[in-house]
Every structure is written in C-alpha cells, then in structure tokens.
C-alpha cells in the first residue's frame, strides 16, 4: 500500500508553503524509505537536497530562497525558525521578501550568528551576535531583516545607488518608513539618500 506521509507531518507543511524538510520528517517518526515511497506515488516532491513539497501546494514565488533556507538548518521547527532565529533573510534576498526594489537575488542571501557551510549558490553574511529584536520582522514565514536594517545592510554591502536609491524610494512611498528613518539607522544624511532616491528614477526610466 503506498504510504501518504503528509498527515503524519500535521502543521508543519502548512506552516512552510507546503515544504518540509527530511530532518522534520524523521523527527515525526517518518522514515526514510517512507519519503521515497510517497514521492514514488507522486503525494510529495523532492525539490532539493533533503527538502520536499506536498503535492498541490499553491504556488511560490520565493521557492529558491525558502529551499535555501530550510536546507541551512533542516532540525529546526517552524515555531523555531521565527521565535529566536539564528538564521535572517537579509540584503537582496530580504528585499525581495518585502517587495521591494528590483533586486533579480538570484543568489539566496541570509545572516547568521552561527558558522554555516552553505550549499553552492547561497550566499550567508557572519554576525556572531546576531540581529537585534528591533531589526528584523516576519514576513511570510521568513524570518527577515526589516526594511531599514535591509537598507543598511545594502549600503554596507556597496550595492549601486540606483538600485539602493529605488529600494528606499518604493520603500517610502508605501509608507513603511521615511528617508529620515533610514538615514538614522545607516548613519547617512538625508539629503544623500534623497540624492539616491532621485537617481532611482533615472534608473527606473532606463529600465
């Protein structure tokens, strides 16, 4: 008889856009060769190493990040992951999160207090004592940078002022935050983000 391993895993796709991991899986009893089977009969998919979806779950439009994400610590709960993380979605990738800017991330970016070894193709930034409380959000099941600390963190990171300037420009206009507040948390004057904000669009006409 095939085996449907997704009831056993209760909340815990639902919790991740369909998504769990095999480490997850065996910390419900789920063996190995119960994975193989229900992927077998087509209930779940194998979307990476040791990360799988269920069947039918709505589309995602961050699938790369969220695989990256779950393979850098495939234990971890759901409820973990968010409550006291030790791993943020950050810089391009945590814009991309928010919606904003035009950031292609194609390279799944993170900061972490821990010492990882990412796969080939994701990026991860070392902060030993972590993000403070104040700094990051969740959105969307991530655990993310909020959208000041992402500014900051893109400045840090020398992204180009068309770019960054687009960031904080569709940032402001939602009302998420205001020029004087990102300028607070970076440590830059207004006027010279207002300079970036006006060469994002220039940027956005030559798009």
């Known amino acids: 008889m095939a085996v449907n391993v997704v009831e056993q895993l209760e909340d815990i796709p639902e919790a991740q856009r369909g998504y769990f991991t095999r480490a997850q899986a065996s910390q419900t009893g789920i063996a190995d060769y119960d994975l193989t089977r229900s992927a077998s009969k087509g209930f779940i998919h194998r979307v990476g190493h040791g990360v799988y979806r269920v069947a039918g779950a709505p589309e995602d439009h961050l699938s790369d990040l969220r695989v990256a994400w779950l393979r850098l610590r495939p234990e971890l709960s759901p409820r973990q992951r968010v409550l006291r993380p030790s791993i943020w979605v950050s810089h391009e990738s945590a814009a991309s999160v928010h919606g904003l800017g035009v950031f292609l991330a194609d390279t799944p970016t993170f900061t972490s207090s821990l010492r990882l070894q990412p796969s080939s193709g994701v990026k991860v ?55 004087e507040q990102v300028s607070s948390v970076v440590g830059v004057s207004t006027s010279e983000f207002a300079a970036l904000v006006d060469m994002s669009v220039d940027f956005g006409t030559s798009k």
């Open 125 to 179: 930034y070392r902060r030993s004592d972590g993000i403070p409380r104040s700094d990051w959000t969740v959105v969307d099941g991530f655990a993310v940078t909020n959208v000041n600390r992402t500014a900051a963190d893109l400045y840090a990171a020398g992204v180009d002022g068309g770019h960054l300037g687009r960031f904080i420009n569709d940032a402001t206009q939602a009302g998420v935050t205001s020029l």
